[in-house]
């Protein structure tokens, strides 16, 4: 086996005996991090805590110009796990273990890199990516550290993602009177039918939107996750409850969407409240967003990593992007196998993703 693939195996094996499963949240500056110091001697490193689980690990060695960040957080495990998940199992193909392929096998490579190379080399690892409140990169933001550009790693098959999604969660309550069902009712008299209506009039948006394009996406995706209220089949529902969540071309507005979906009929919701928002990639007006694009693209062209096609799922990469650095996404497994049960990295995959990082460390690039 290549030493550098054995190296980041061995590194794989610890990272993914650490817990640091998102929720629940409990994350300390302590385990995965005294694991990481350690294999870092030779870099200036700064454990910051953000509380709520959410703590970064920014080493820097030398001047670099790039900073390659990757997540710790893994989701929570599921009950048809095989074996067990904290447990690194190695076949002839393939890695398996809890964020193995999300993305702690990037983790790996780069500790692996870092130990056989002195040339610059700046690392951010950060432990709050899979939560709803996260806070990490936003904290690392405050200070606007100098970097070029910044190299998020998530499962991309070993490719450069230059463009993605944004994300929006939304939570809004109708509200109605409670009442016999006998009767006839007004447009706004059960809370739950006007849920209904407003799902009607939301779902005939976004199929309206196909048509829209960017970067090789096409349309709007759009997801209602939680529908809940009402008492029983003969009461009129006096509330309702609706959780959705949407996903924009870096083209669309995303304040003229929350808008839209506001206003989508009448009455409106009693409540309406936006609970996340992560930017497309890249980030800014349209004109911004392919500048960005297109600078992405000739930094993995000088680096020699192949550029593939946008992606629907989100990444931090778009925080830096909104932020005003260089930013694409690159890292080794597939998103397939990410929040799986036995989730995996090949192999290859692995070998390959460490041996670029060492190509670019090595030659001074990074």
Request: aromatic share 8%; net charge negative.
């Given at each position: 086996?290549?030493?550098?693939?054995?190296?980041?195996?061995?590194?794989?094996?610890?990272?993914?005996?650490?817990?640091?499963?998102?929720?629940?949240?409990?994350?300390?500056?302590?385990?995965?991090?005294?694991?990481?110091?350690?294999?870092?001697?030779?870099?200036?490193?700064?454990?910051?805590?953000?509380?709520?689980?959410?703590?970064?690990?920014?080493?820097?060695?030398?001047?670099?110009?790039?900073?390659?960040?990757?997540?710790?957080?893994?989701?929570?495990?599921?009950?048809?796990?095989?074996?067990?998940?904290?447990?690194?199992?190695?076949?002839?193909?393939?890695?398996?273990?809890?964020?193995?392929?999300?993305?702690?096998?990037?983790?790996?490579?780069?500790?692996?890199?870092?130990?056989?190379?002195?040339?610059?080399?700046?690392?951010?690892?950060?432990?709050?990516?899979?939560?709803?409140?996260?806070?990490?990169?936003?904290?690392?933001?405050?200070?606007?550290?100098?970097?070029?550009?910044?190299?998020?790693?998530?499962?991309?098959?070993?490719?450069?993602?230059?463009?993605?999604?944004?994300?929006?969660?939304?939570?809004?309550?109708?509200?109605?009177h409670a009442g016999?069902?006998?009767?006839?009712?007004?447009?706004?008299?059960?809370a739950l039918h006007?849920?209904?209506?407003?799902?009607?009039?939301?779902?005939?948006?976004?199929?309206?939107?196909?048509?829209?394009?960017?970067?090789?996406?096409?349309?709007?995706?759009?997801?209602?996750?939680?529908?809940?209220?009402?008492?029983?089949?003969?009461?009129?529902?006096?509330?309702?409850?609706?959780?959705?969540?949407?996903?924009?071309?870096?083209?669309?507005?995303?304040?003229?969407?929350?808008?839209?979906?506001?206003?989508?009929?009448?009455?409106?919701?009693?409540?309406?409240?936006?609970?996340?928002?992560?930017?497309?990639?890249?980030?800014?007006?349209?004109?911004?967003?392919?500048?960005?694009?297109?600078?992405?693209?000739?930094?993995?062209?000088?680096?020699?990593?192949?550029?593939?096609?946008?992606?629907?799922?989100?990444?931090?990469?778009?925080?830096?992007?909104?932020?005003?650095?260089?930013?694409?996404?690159?890292?080794?497994?597939?998103?397939?196998?990410?929040?799986?049960?036995?989730?995996?990295?090949?192999?290859?995959?692995?070998?390959?993703?460490?041996?670029?990082?060492?190509?670019?460390?090595?030659?001074?690039?990074?």
């Amino acid at each position: 086996m290549n030493p550098l693939l054995q190296s980041t195996l061995e590194h794989l094996e610890a990272l993914v005996g650490f817990d640091t499963r998102n929720p629940p949240r409990e994350i300390g500056t302590g385990g995965i991090f005294d694991y990481i110091r350690a294999q870092l001697p030779d870099f200036d490193v700064m454990v910051t805590d953000y509380g709520a689980g959410a703590v970064t690990l920014h080493a820097v060695r030398g001047e670099p110009k790039r900073l390659f960040n990757v997540h710790l957080d893994t989701v929570p495990d599921s009950p048809h796990w095989s074996a067990a998940p904290h447990t690194l199992r190695v076949t002839s193909d393939r890695a398996i273990g809890l964020g193995a392929c999300d993305i702690k096998g990037a983790a790996a490579a780069l500790l692996a890199v870092a130990k056989i190379t002195d040339g610059p080399l700046a690392l951010l690892f950060s432990t709050d990516e899979e939560a709803n409140d996260p806070r990490c990169i936003a904290g690392f933001l405050k200070d606007r550290p100098a970097y070029d550009a910044v190299i998020v790693a998530e499962p991309t098959k070993g490719e450069a993602v230059l463009a993605h999604r944004g994300i929006q969660s939304v939570l809004m309550h109708f509200a109605g009177h409670a009442g016999h069902a006998s009767g006839e009712q007004t447009p706004s008299d059960s809370a739950l039918h006007q849920a209904v209506r407003w799902g009607n009039a939301a779902l005939d948006f976004v199929d309206a939107q196909a048509h829209e394009r960017f970067g090789g996406l096409t349309g709007l995706r759009f997801n209602i996750g939680r529908v809940e209220g009402g008492i029983k089949a003969n009461m009129i529902a006096p509330t309702a409850e609706v959780r959705f969540g949407f996903r924009p071309l870096p083209t669309m507005h995303p304040d003229g969407l929350l808008e839209r979906f506001r206003t989508l009929v009448e009455p409106a919701p009693a409540e309406f409240a936006e609970t996340f928002r992560g930017p497309s990639l890249p980030a800014g007006d349209t004109a911004t967003a392919e500048a960005r694009r297109l600078a992405a693209r000739d930094l993995a062209d000088e680096l020699e990593i192949p550029v593939g096609n946008a992606v629907d799922f989100w990444t931090e990469a778009a925080l830096f992007s909104a932020a005003g650095y260089i930013a694409f996404v690159y890292g080794p497994g597939d998103i397939a196998q990410a929040h799986t049960a036995d989730e995996w990295v090949a192999l290859d995959q692995l070998e390959h993703y460490a041996n670029i990082i060492y190509r670019i460390v090595n030659s001074g690039n990074a």
